[in-house]
């Protein structure tokens, strides 16, 4: 294997499948990047076996020899501090690879591509096509409400469930849900998981103004951007039913600019940065909105908030601010509108001016 390429351009395809690289997998050939050297093309793919990204480039190359192996992760780093502008990749006896520039010789050992993967990469299953708008959005405004922790593996995914023309995306680790129902005009359904690390890497990766071709089966989703495919296996198991979780009514309603209240969120959380603890009060009485925090260590803060309407009953609720930060920046309105019941039941956020996004929080009981 030889060839020559412009080193932006080899930065770049590096960049996109890198990150699902974990140079910890007990699969050795997965601890690097596959490098295939076709005629016409070379072909990266990063994987850790769960979710794979294959980049395609065909451009600024030059290819003298065809050849396959797979380079450690860390010519990411060697091929970000090569300053020339194009750099010689060569692999010799099999197994060295020799990558060269006008003013730098490096020399490392590659990892035999013999036992990488099988990944399957055919377009096939269910297909879903739909603009990178949609697709950012949906990501943007759900995956960050999943869980981290792999006691319920489910939760650490988006689950997309698709009926009727109605696509549902719901997220949540069962301290706060976000959920995202759009229209889409197509004869399929579907209900499945799909792994927020894989729709985050989605969301770096596709481009505006594109649609994006998706494909779905029992096992795997796919997201098909041209040069670039990302596959990603599913997560197994029933996601929970929120249906009954989302309140149909509620006793009092506040609207509020969306800005005023997260700079007052944050004034808020001052004293996180030494306790880490985000539990906040709001509070609404006849006079006036206030939001408060308290710790014996540090002290404590009360602030008073601006708001446009409030109707209903007073309330007087303790809450993650951390949460409601996260579900704020989700929404991209400058107004919002918050429900409430009581003290111990979830209240809801959304915007004023669509009601397709929700975002839900639990309360905290302080006493």
Known sequence: MKFKIKTKTLLSGLFKVNNVVNNKSPIPSLNGIYFKLDSDQLTLIGSDSDITIKCLIKEDIEIINQGLIVIPKFIVEIIRKIDDEWVEIELIDNSLIVIKSDKSEFKINGISADNFPNIDFNLSGT????????????????????????????????NLFFEDNLLTCTATDSFRLAKKQLSINADESFNINVPAKCLLEVNKLIKDNEEVNIYITNQRILFDLEDIIIQSRLINGNY??????????????????????????????????????????????????????????????????????????????????????????????????????????????KTDDENSSTQLILPIKTY
């Open 240 to 349: 929970p039913d929120i249906s009954k979780l989302i309140p149909a009514s509620f006793k009092s309603v506040l609207k509020v600019n969306k800005k005023s209240l997260q700079n007052s969120l944050d004034r808020a959380n001052i004293l996180s940065i030494s306790t880490s603890n985000y539990t906040v009060t709001l509070e609404k009485n006849s006079s006036q909105l206030t939001l408060s925090s308290k710790s014996q260590e540090v002290g404590s803060i009360q602030e008073i908030v601006s708001y446009d309407s409030f109707e209903g009953e007073g309330i007087l609720i303790s809450f993650n601010s951390k949460y409601v930060i996260e579900a704020l920046k989700a929404l991209d309105s400058d107004d919002i509108t918050i429900s409430f019941n009581s003290s111990m039941d979830p209240f809801i956020i």
């Open 127 to 158: 297909k879903l096509t739909l603009d990178t708008k949609i697709i950012s959005n949906i990501i943007h405004e759900t995956a960050f409400a999943t869980s981290h922790e792999e006691i319920r593996p489910v939760l650490t995914g988006v």
